[in-house]
């Protein structure tokens, strides 16, 4: 059992979060028999609550499990199959007296971390209309709604693609190449804590697109325009730090210039989702060793637009 991550509950009970093997199995499926065991009764059942330790050791074999512990006793589960560039979460339970401490989203966060580590592009689960606060969980977590049969909804999430970028030259370097990608009408959401690298990536793209003038943090303005030098988009550069919500950044009457240029928001999380249906998510993090500068570039595809060319963002 290879622990992934370990933090303190509110309660000052420690959380393990491990890997769990084959030999887990008996525990595993008493723990998912006894949190779906728990919940009312739904037709048709889910197949869950005849799960057996054979069902489980397959599952685990066809991808891999997380499983949390509290003080050393199983307290959830969560099991994930890996097929190609997709992934699905099964079996997300949580026993009854371990419940609402946040346990079910640890366990996912750290299912979700995993896949993207490999690579994996997507991420699929069935939830069941008949329990609709289960549903808002997963989209709270950013699942939308893709098929549905009968009551049982297919919820999928798209995945980030990951790219290191070791030097601030690296980091504009992949800005350049992912200018080649960009086109007018794009919108680009860029978040990071300070100095993350957002303005450095932009300054890659800004010199990809081949646009006037010098991009810097847009401090005292919230937003400037850069006009192509090659008859290409303009871009749109644009700090939404001390924007406190969506209206103010659509005060900034955006829109003109929105369909004949690219627009990136720095600190756009939660902010500039509204700008346009499909964008590409930026998300830019440091190593926990502050002595190396690499950063971590998260690329998230939002949309068809965006989905449609994850392979070349891989590339980058
Ligand atoms: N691998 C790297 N990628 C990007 N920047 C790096 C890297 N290594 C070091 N740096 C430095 O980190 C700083 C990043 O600053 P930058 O202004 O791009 O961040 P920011 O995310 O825009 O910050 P703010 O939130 O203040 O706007 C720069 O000084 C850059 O030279
Ligand atoms: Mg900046």
Same mark, same amino acid.
């Given at each position: 059992?290879?622990?992934?991550?370990?933090?303190?509950?509110?309660?000052?009970?420690?959380?393990?979060?491990?890997? !769990?093997?084959?030999?887990?199995?008996?525990?595993?499926?008493?723990?998912?028999?006894?949190?779906?065991?728990?919940? !009312?009764?739904?037709?048709?059942?889910?197949?869950?609550?005849?799960?057996?330790?054979?069902?489980?050791?397959?599952?685990?074999?066809?991808?891999?499990?997380?499983?949390?512990?509290?003080?050393?006793?199983?307290?959830?589960?969560?099991?994930?199959?890996?097929?190609?560039?997709?992934? +699905?979460?099964?079996?997300?339970?949580?026993?009854?007296?371990?419940?609402?401490?946040?346990?079910?989203?640890?366990? %996912?966060?750290?299912?979700?971390?995993?896949?993207?580590?490999?690579?994996?592009?997507?991420?699929?689960?069935?939830?069941?209309?008949?329990? *609709?606060?289960?549903?808002?969980?997963?989209?709270?977590?950013?699942?939308?709604?893709?098929?549905?049969?009968?009551?049982?909804?297919?919820?999928?999430?798209?995945? *980030?693609?990951?790219?290191?970028?070791?030097?601030?030259?690296?980091?504009?370097?992949?800005?350049?190449?992912?200018?080649?990608?960009?086109?007018?009408?794009? %919108?680009?959401?860029?978040?990071?804590?300070?100095?993350?690298?957002?303005?450095?990536?932009?300054?890659?793209? +800004?010199?990809?697109?081949?646009?006037?003038?010098?991009?810097?943090? !847009?401090?005292? %303005?919230?937003?400037?325009?850069?006009?192509?030098?090659?008859?290409?988009?303009?871009?749109?550069?644009?700090?939404?730090?001390?924007?406190?919500?969506?209206?103010?950044?659509?005060?900034?009457?955006?829109?003109?210039?929105?369909?004949?240029?690219?627009?990136?928001?720095?600190? +756009?999380?939660?902010?500039?989702?509204?700008?346009?249906?499909?964008?590409?998510?930026?998300?830019?993090?440091?190593?926990?060793? !502050?002595?190396?500068?690499?950063?971590?570039?998260?690329?998230?595809?939002?949309?068809?637009?965006?989905?449609?060319?994850?392979?070349?963002?891989?590339?980058?």
């Amino acid at each position: 059992m290879s622990v992934l991550a370990e933090t303190l509950l509110g309660d000052g009970r420690a959380l393990r979060i491990v890997e !769990p093997t084959a030999a887990d199995a008996e525990a595993i499926c008493g723990l998912i028999r006894e949190a779906f065991g728990n919940r !009312p009764v739904v037709d048709p059942p889910p197949p869950a609550l005849s799960e057996t330790p054979e069902g489980v050791i397959a599952a685990l074999a066809g991808g891999f499990g997380v499983l949390a512990l509290v003080d050393d006793q199983p307290a959830g589960v969560v099991i994930v199959s890996v097929d190609g560039p997709m992934a +699905g979460i099964h079996r997300v339970s949580v026993r009854p007296q371990y419940q609402r401490q946040g346990i079910a989203s640890a366990l %996912v966060e750290v299912a979700i971390e995993l896949l993207t580590l490999r690579g994996t592009s997507g991420v699929e689960l069935v939830a069941r209309e008949e329990f *609709p606060q289960v549903v808002s969980w997963w989209r709270r977590h950013g699942f939308v709604e893709v098929a549905r049969q009968g009551t049982s909804l297919t919820l999928a999430r798209q995945l *980030p693609v990951r790219l290191a970028a070791p030097t601030a030259e690296d980091t504009q370097a992949i800005g350049r190449r992912l200018a080649r990608v960009l086109r007018a009408g794009d %919108v680009v959401i860029a978040s990071g804590d300070l100095g993350a690298g957002k303005t450095t990536l932009t300054q890659g793209i +800004g010199a990809g697109l081949e646009v006037a003038g010098s991009i810097i943090s !847009p401090t005292f %303005v919230l937003s400037r325009v850069h006009p192509s030098t090659v008859g290409g988009p303009a871009l749109v550069h644009v700090d939404a730090y001390r924007l406190g919500s969506a209206a103010e950044l659509e005060d900034l009457d955006l829109d003109v210039s929105l369909d004949d240029s690219v627009t990136l928001v720095e600190w +756009g999380a939660g902010v500039a989702e509204g700008l346009a249906e499909d964008y590409l998510e930026v998300d830019i993090r440091r190593t926990l060793d !502050p002595a190396d500068d690499t950063r971590w570039i998260f690329l998230t595809p939002i949309g068809e637009r965006w989905t449609s060319v994850r392979a070349e963002l891989e590339a980058l």
